[in-house]
């Protein structure tokens, strides 16, 4: 969410080259796509009942005339019942700015819902809806830039189906500002996903988010993969940039490294590979 948008079609040409490389493997099994993290784009998926899943990563953000990185980004989800997931998410950002001194602090706060309302199993249509408060950042660390001021209710839909080997999510979604000093806000992704071994599963997606009645307008795109050391224990990763990434204020580098632990029996053990 940043300046205008202006396509680079040749950034464009690359992220469809992405795309078509997964849609040739199609000997591989049928797996739905990974929703964030690592990617930015939610998917309807939840832990499972009583069942743990965290995610522990840094994200770097870096602009023309900031550098933000996430570090770490806490996500921390819970699963009561099978179709639906309590969440917590908040990170802690270093940002280096042009004629600023480095700042350090805690971001926005998240805490939401997840209700898969619409549940077919990997090979048919699932939906849901994930409503999150974003509540308003303290006000040193709005005044650094690292926090945007204000609370909002995100109330966005997911939507997951697998088209042949590849897994689609589609999300979209809208922020309602609950203080006058919050701003409206929408967001679109894309994802997909497919697994090319057991445990590798390679993802992309592309993103738009836009901050209404003002300038600021990202697209971006991204490509990169999960890892499954254990069924509890499995590497996120991702990099990018915006289709504009030049122009000023766009993401001209945008990344996510970290892992995911996944824990059963409400947290008192790590998930069994069964």
């Known amino acids: 969410m940043f300046s205008s948008l202006g396509l680079n079609w040749r950034l464009v040409r690359a992220a469809l080259g992405f795309i078509g490389v997964i849609l040739l493997a199609a000997n591989a099994r049928i797996a739905l796509a990974q929703g964030a993290p690592p990617l930015l784009t939610n998917d309807p998926g939840t832990p499972g009942a009583e069942n743990w899943e965290i995610n522990l990563g840094t994200m770097p953000v870096i602009t023309d005339a900031t550098t933000q990185v996430q570090v770490p ?144 307008h990202s697209t971006t795109f991204d490509a990169g993969g999960t890892y499954v050391f254990h069924k509890g224990l499995q590497l996120l990763f991702m990099a990018g940039r915006s289709f504009n990434g030049n122009a000023s204020g766009q993401p001209e580098f945008l990344a996510y490294l970290g892992v995911r632990i996944m824990l059963e029996r409400n947290g008192l053990a790590l998930h069994s590979e069964e």
């Open 73 to 216: 980004q806490f996500d921390i989800n819970y699963g009561v019942g099978e179709k639906i997931q309590l969440t917590f998410e908040v990170p802690v950002v270093w940002q280096s700015a042009a004629a600023q001194p480095n700042a350090t602090g805690w971001s926005n706060i998240y805490a939401g819902l997840k209700w898969r309302f619409l549940d077919h199993g990997d090979k048919g249509w699932n939906v849901s809806t994930f409503p999150q408060f974003e509540f308003g950042g303290t006000p040193a660390a709005v005044r650094t830039g690292i926090a945007i001021p204000g609370t909002r209710l995100l109330m966005p839909v997911e939507v997951e189906h697998a088209l042949g080997p590849i897994g689609v999510d589609v999300e979209g979604g809208y922020y309602f500002p609950l203080s006058a000093d919050a701003r409206e806000e929408r967001i679109l992704g894309f994802a997909f996903g497919h697994f090319f071994t057991p445990k590798f599963q390679a993802v992309g997606e592309i993103y738009d988010d836009k901050v209404m009645a003002a300038p600021l």
